[in-house]
């Protein structure tokens, strides 16, 4: 089983920053990419940013330059520096882990609980 905990939300204002951390926890972990998504109110979840293993990068459009994503693959951790904020970046904001292997076998699909990303304007 793999457990994925998202910490480190909040509520900023405009222009500030915030850093999500997401550790995944479980027997004998490998996580290859590891994605951030968020999900507005009365919106679709999207997706933000991804790294793979070997810390290839890609991002969504609208945070482009101003949005980080890196990991530690030796914690197992995946992060999400967030700078120049915007209201528009208000959401809920979940840490994704397709594909993961473990001493069980491979688990697809991971998800963690989400975190509140607030901006006030």
């Known amino acids: 089983q793999v457990q994925l905990v998202e910490s480190g939300g909040g509520l900023v204002q405009a222009g500030g920053s915030l850093r999500l951390s997401c550790a995944a926890s479980?027997?004998?972990?490998?996580?290859?990419?590891m994605n951030w998504y968020r999900q507005g109110l009365g919106k679709q979840r999207e997706l933000v940013a991804t790294?793979?293993?070997?810390?290839?990068?890609n991002y969504a459009d609208s945070v482009k330059g101003r949005f980080t994503i890196s990991r530690d693959n030796a914690k197992n951790t995946v992060y999400l520096q967030m700078n120049s904020l915007k209201p528009e970046d208000t959401a809920v904001y979940y840490c994704?882990?397709?594909?993961?292997?473990?001493?069980?076998?491979?688990?697809?699909?991971?998800w963690g609980q989400g975190t509140q990303v607030t901006v006030s304007s």
């Open positions: 479980g027997s004998r972990i490998s996580v290859n990419t």
């Open positions: 790294i793979t293993r070997g810390g290839s990068t």
């Open positions: 994704n882990a397709p594909v993961v292997t473990t001493a069980q076998g491979v688990v697809y699909g991971s």
